[in-house]
C-alpha cells in the first residue's frame, strides 16, 4: 500500500504529469500539501544562500547565458581574521526558486531510489543547504571559512565549478582580492584559466565520476589532479541551463543515485 502511494505521489505530482491518474480530492490535496511542505524547506536551504545580500542587476545577456535571468549579487563576509574587516564580494547567481528546488529534489530522490523516503528527502535538502545554500555561481568569487574560521578564502567560479586564474596577477597571496580582481573574476573566459578546473559542481557537489555512473556521456576528464578537464565547466553549465526550464536537475539526481 505505501509502494502504491508513492508511485501514485510521484506520478501525479513530482514528475508534473498532467495526464496522471485520477485522485480522490482528498488525497490530490495531501499530495498539494506535501509539495508546499518542501517548498517551505527549499525556502530554508535558499535562507543559507548567504550570497543573496544587495542585488545589483539582473540581466539576460551574459554570454554563455542568454535568456536566463542571471543576478549580479554584492555580499561582504563577516570579519576576516587576517584583514580585520569583512571582505566585499560580486557574483553572478543564478538560484533556484523554492518550488523548483522542491521539485528538483523529490525528482531527484525518486529517479535515484524509486521511492519518496522522507530520510532520503531530508538528507539531499540537508545536504543541498550545507553545502551550496542552493547558490549557483555563474561566475564571480566565492568566500568561504571552512579549513581557518574566519580566514574567508576565495574561490573563483565558473558555470557553478571552481576555476583557476592563470594570470597572476589577478592573484594575491593574502587572499585579499581587490575590486580590480573582482570585476575581473565577473568575465572569465576558459581561455584565461588553468586547465584544470575544481572536483565538485554546483549545487549538490557533483563529482565527474557520479556524472560517469548515472549516465553522463560527455568526456569531461576525471577528479584527479591533472585530469579535470575544463570541458566540465561546459556540461555543467549545459546542465544546468537545462534543469532550470525543467523539474529535474541531473547534478542533483546523479549525487542521488551515488549517496542515497
Same mark, same amino acid.
Given at each position: 500500500?505505501? @509502494?502504491? &502511494?508513492v508511485? +501514485?505521489?510521484? %506520478? *501525479?505530482?513530482?514528475?508534473?504529469? %498532467? /495526464? #496522471?491518474?485520477?485522485?480522490?480530492?482528498?488525497? %490530490?490535496?495531501?499530495?498539494r500539501?506535501s509539495?508546499?511542505? +518542501?517548498?517551505?524547506?527549499?525556502?530554508?536551504? =535558499?535562507?543559507? *544562500?548567504?550570497m543573496?545580500?544587495?542585488?545589483?542587476?539582473e540581466?539576460? $545577456? +551574459?554570454?554563455?547565458?542568454? #535568456? !536566463?535571468?542571471?543576478?549580479?549579487?554584492?555580499?561582504?563576509?563577516?570579519?576576516?581574521?587576517?584583514?580585520?574587516e569583512?571582505?566585499?564580494?560580486?557574483?553572478?547567481?543564478?538560484?533556484?526558486?523554492?518550488? /523548483? +528546488?522542491?521539485?528538483?529534489?523529490v525528482?531527484?530522490? &525518486?529517479?535515484?531510489? #524509486?521511492?519518496? $523516503?522522507?530520510?532520503?528527502i531530508?538528507?539531499?535538502?540537508s &545536504?543541498?543547504q550545507?553545502?551550496?545554500?542552493?547558490? &549557483?555561481p555563474?561566475?564571480?568569487v566565492?568566500?568561504?571559512?571552512?579549513?581557518?574560521?574566519? !580566514?574567508?578564502?576565495?574561490?573563483? !567560479? /565558473?558555470?557553478?565549478?571552481?576555476?583557476?586564474?592563470?594570470?597572476?596577477?589577478y592573484?594575491?597571496?593574502? /587572499?585579499?582580492?581587490?575590486?580590480?580582481?573582482?570585476q575581473?573574476? =565577473?568575465?572569465?573566459?576558459? $581561455?584565461? =584559466?588553468r586547465?584544470?578546473?575544481?572536483?565538485f559542481a554546483?549545487?549538490?557537489?557533483?563529482? @565527474?565520476?557520479?556524472?560517469y555512473?548515472?549516465?553522463?556521456?560527455a568526456?569531461v576528464?576525471?577528479?584527479?589532479?591533472?585530469?579535470?578537464?575544463?570541458a566540465?565547466l561546459?556540461?555543467? #553549465?549545459?546542465?544546468?541551463?537545462e534543469?532550470w526550464?525543467?523539474? @529535474?536537475?541531473?547534478?542533483?539526481? %546523479?549525487w *542521488?543515485k551515488?549517496?542515497?
Open positions: 500500500m505505501k @509502494r502504491l &502511494f508511485l +501514485l505521489m510521484a %506520478a *501525479a505530482l513530482l514528475a508534473g504529469c %498532467a /495526464k #496522471g491518474p485520477k485522485l480522490d480530492p482528498v488525497v %490530490a490535496a495531501y499530495y500539501d509539495l508546499a511542505s +518542501l517548498t517551505a524547506r527549499c525556502e530554508k536551504v =535558499l535562507a543559507a *544562500a548567504y543573496a545580500e544587495n542585488l545589483l542587476e540581466r539576460t $545577456d +551574459l554570454p554563455g547565458w542568454e #535568456g !536566463f535571468p542571471v543576478q549580479l549579487w554584492e555580499y561582504h563576509t563577516g570579519k576576516d581574521i587576517y584583514l580585520g569583512p571582505k566585499r564580494g560580486l557574483v553572478y547567481m543564478l538560484n533556484p526558486s523554492p518550488e /523548483k +528546488l522542491a521539485k528538483w529534489v525528482n531527484a530522490v &525518486f529517479d535515484a531510489t #524509486g521511492a519518496l $523516503d522522507p530520510g532520503d531530508e538528507e539531499l535538502c &545536504f543541498i550545507w553545502q551550496s545554500g542552493a547558490q &549557483f555563474v561566475s564571480g566565492v568566500y568561504e571559512d571552512m579549513y581557518t574560521e574566519g !580566514f574567508y578564502e576565495p574561490y573563483v !567560479f /565558473k558555470d557553478g565549478v571552481t576555476v583557476y586564474v592563470a594570470d597572476s596577477t592573484l594575491t597571496r593574502e /587572499k585579499h582580492p581587490t575590486d580590480e580582481m573582482l575581473y573574476y =565577473l568575465t572569465l573566459t576558459n $581561455d584565461q =584559466l586547465p584544470n578546473t575544481g572536483r554546483r549545487i549538490s557537489s557533483t563529482t @565527474r565520476e557520479m556524472y555512473a548515472a549516465g553522463g556521456t568526456e576528464g576525471r577528479s584527479d589532479d591533472g585530469e579535470r578537464s575544463q566540465w561546459g556540461e555543467v #553549465g549545459r546542465l544546468y541551463r534543469a526550464n525543467s523539474d @529535474r536537475n541531473f547534478l542533483i539526481y %546523479a *542521488a551515488a549517496n542515497l
